[in-house]
């Protein structure tokens, strides 16, 4: 069974940056087109970036040219740097592969005050 631990999220001021973390355990994230979410309060969990197997990624309209994901195959981790940070991007931040086919983490709490 994978499981999935997500860290790096926090309090941050508008205009800030923050480096999110996604550990798999049972899984090899080289082998799957990986990809990072969030959920904001009273909205559906949503789709941020994803990575696939052949290194090509794709964002959010909302995180284009703010946002990039990459992999660490070394690691076995999947990264989200976020910079340029604004309080719409106030969520709780998770990783799965691109259909969401593991179990959900927890997930990592970002707010971002104004």
């Known amino acids: 069974q994978v499981q999935l631990r997500e860290s790096g999220g926090g309090l941050v001021q508008t205009g800030g940056s923050l480096r999110l973390s996604c550990a798999a355990s049972g899984a090899t994230v080289r082998y799957n087109d990986m990809g990072w979410y969030r959920q904001a309060p009273g909205k559906r969990r949503g789709g941020v970036a994803t990575?696939?197997?052949?290194?090509?990624?794709n964002y959010a309209d909302s995180v284009k040219g703010r946002f990039a994901i990459s992999r660490d195959s070394a690691k076995n981790l999947i990264y989200l740097q976020m910079d340029n940070l604004t309080p719409e991007d106030t969520a709780i931040y998770y990783c799965n592969t691109k259909r969401g086919a593991w179990s959900w983490g927890q997930g990592t709490q970002v707010t971002v005050s104004s």
């Open positions: 990575i696939d197997i052949d290194g090509s990624t």
